[in-house]
């Protein structure tokens, strides 16, 4: 008896502390898969931050590659010494070097473009959902206007007229794709909005925007993160897609798009590393965040829960 | 005995594309300090918009067309939202049927009550944590402090009618509009949150509406009941004479219909007919089409007349007690 009752008392005591955070957690590392992807995701972000001190060569600098490596096939040793395990491009920097400083500005372009659309499209979809009216009429067929386009497209023109720069494509990325957070938004306040407890809420007497960012807003959020992984993915592979077409980041600072690229003239030659080995690391990061946010989704989603 | 809500000729409309469906339509009643009046019908016979009405929650394309809502003396019916705000949860607070819902479900329970009292009071968060502590203890929730930090779903259906019956008492309101807050319950359960809030109402002297479909429930609880139908108040007395002697015919149905009035293997007693559609309600008395007395008297719209202590709508009251 006494060992019964002892144990529900520590079976109440874990159900007590247990957030809801804990528990998406533990649901969470279920799955081998995600964790594994996010795993690989924060080896990648790892990587790509420490590459200053982890990379033979700093392919930025103009003064440390060297024409004369240029075309090295995986496993050369360039001229000042060192091994270059993936090859090098035809200017001759080290590719694993390229590729780590390269993974750099792609993940801060789509993490920066990313977190800036999703602040800008929740704050016009909760206006929308709550104002209601002719204000949702008018956000909403400018969301839909807006998606009738191709991201790409959208982003390919607005880089065109702004020009070039890390700033003008974080700038054209988050116009791309604001209007997807704007509609997740709107669409799961609308549903929370008529639940009663927003109208407990009112009745408490608690002031609107308080109902609003302090009430409506947290139940928004699963699907935010959902979306919002899965666009910053979508956001990298648009950076990338640009640079590929020469409209993006310049030639003296390639991202993964860039690199990809160079290469690109080379493959029929044979020199298949200089494209492929910046493919895979592109291919890696967007499939890695995908499966985490997809993830994500199945354990975020209350209708999908066994 | 001072009213504390006086309720005149009230008649709230909701102008839909398909018409006006007159939800509530023209209905007077008081409470006064310390009492509960049980406000009893069936489903869309307008009683929880009535509810609405008096804390000016009706959302377009409803309206209140007419008639006063005194609140301690003062109209409210046509009131700011800013003063309805400074009402809401402070004077006026709300109890709602399905506690599963009213509960913000990514709020801890602390979160929730400190917020209801610093919307209205500039007191400390310790306070305010105190006051919803001692809250939760007085509807019979053991240990508060844990309780505080649990998020909603860790708590059973009747553990959060009484976490939402706290909140409403929290601000010390002189009134309470419970709309069905035990209908979602177990019926063990559905007792102990009775138990409380009718020893709640005795203690701070709170008014109170108790808006439910069950005469049982209210049969023990209310100190007067009022029943409605179609947007109406057909019968509107003392407990105890509306439960015993029922004079309006469609009280007398209701009463026939609880199952325990009715013998056990017989077939249940029905009010025969379906509520009318409120888009199409009947000339005079809505009630006439389904009554079995009705006569050619009952076309024109029967005015409110007083019986044996109890106001009804009915040019044939049943004097004769239940005969159904």
């Known amino acids: ?306 | 005995m001072t009213a504390v809500l006086e309720v005149e000729g009230l008649k709230t409309h909701f102008f839909t594309r398909a018409g006006v469906v007159k939800a509530v339509d023209g209905v007077d009643f008081s409470v006064a300090k310390g009492e509960v009046m049980g406000l009893v019908g069936e489903s869309g016979s307008g009683k929880s918009i009535t509810g609405f009405s008096i804390l000016g929650l009706i959302d377009p394309p409803g309206r209140i067309v007419e008639g006063a809502i005194r609140f301690n003396g003062e109209d409210i019916a046509g009131a700011s939202e800013e003063r309805l705000k400074t009402l809401r949860g402070n004077r006026i607070a709300m109890i709602f049927q399905d506690p599963m819902m009213t509960l913000n479900p990514v709020l801890r329970i602390d979160t929730q009550m400190i917020e209801a009292i610093l919307a209205h009071e500039k007191v400390d968060k310790r306070e305010a944590w105190e006051r919803s502590r001692d809250a939760l203890g007085l509807v019979g929730i053991p240990s508060p402090e844990e309780r505080l930090q649990a998020y909603p779903h860790q708590l059973s259906g009747g553990m959060r009618q009484r976490v939402a019956i706290a909140t409403a008492f929290l601000n010390r309101p002189d009134l309470i509009i419970a709309d069905e807050p035990t209908t979602a319950l177990d019926v063990t359960i559905q007792a102990q949150i009775i138990h409380e809030a009718q020893k709640l109402t005795r203690q701070t002297g709170t008014a109170m509406i108790w808006i439910t479909h069950d005469l049982a429930v209210v049969a023990g609880l209310a100190d007067r009941i009022s029943v409605m139908y179609a947007g109406r108040i057909v019968e509107q007395g003392e407990t105890d004479l509306v439960i015993d002697h029922p004079l309006h015919p469609y009280t007398v149905g209701l009463l026939g219909s609880v199952p325990s009035a009715n013998k056990r293997g017989e077939r249940l007693y029905q009010i025969e007919g379906m509520t009318p559609n409120m888009l199409d309600l009947p000339e005079g008395c809505a009630f006439a089409p389904r009554c079995r007395w009705a006569t050619d008297a009952c076309t024109p719209p029967p005015g409110v007349q007083t019986v044996d202590g109890r106001q009804i709508r009915c040019v044939h009251p049943r004097r004769e007690g239940v005969t159904a």
């Open chain 1, 1 to 306: 008896m006494t060992d019964i009752s002892a144990d529900t008392a520590t079976v109440d005591e874990t159900a007590k502390v247990e957030t809801p955070f804990q528990r998406f957690r533990s649901e969470f590392f279920e799955s081998w898969i995600a964790t594994g992807a996010l795993f690989l995701l924060g080896l990648i972000i790892i990587l790509a931050l420490l590459a200053p001190y982890i990379t033979p060569q700093n392919p930025y600098d103009l003064g440390q590659v060297d024409v004369l490596d240029g075309r090295l096939p995986p496993g050369s040793e360039a001229f000042t010494g060192y091994t270059m395990w993936l090859g090098s491009d035809g200017s001759g920097r080290d590719l694993y070097s390229a590729i780590l400083y390269g993974l750099r500005i792609s993940l801060a372009v789509g993490v920066a473009s990313g977190m800036i659309a999703l602040v800008v499209g929740m704050a016009v979809g909760l206006v929308a959902a709550y104002a209601g009216g002719r204000v949702e009429n008018v956000i909403m067929r400018l969301v839909d206007l807006q998606l009738s386009f191709p991201a790409s497209l959208v982003a390919l023109m607005l880089v065109a007229i702004l020009g070039k720069g890390i700033e003008n494509i974080i700038l054209a990325l988050v116009v791309a794709q604001w209007a997807y957070y704007a509609r997740t938004v709107r669409g799961t306040a609308l549903v929370e909005r008529r639940k009663e407890y927003v109208e407990a809420a009112q009745c408490l007497g608690l002031s609107r925007t308080r109902v609003v960012f302090r009430h409506i807003l947290p139940n928004c959020l699963a699907p935010l993160i959902v979306v919002g992984t899965v666009q910053t993915a979508h956001a990298i592979s648009l950076e990338a897609t640009l640079s590929f077409l020469g409209v993006g980041l310049p030639q003296t600072e390639p991202s993964l798009g860039v690199l990809i690229a160079n290469g690109f003239e080379y493959m029929l030659s044979g020199r298949y590393w200089i494209s492929v080995f910046p493919g895979i690391a592109l291919l890696l990061t967007v499939v890695s965040i995908n499966l985490v946010g997809d993830h994500l989704r199945d354990v975020l989603n209350p209708r999908l829960k066994k």
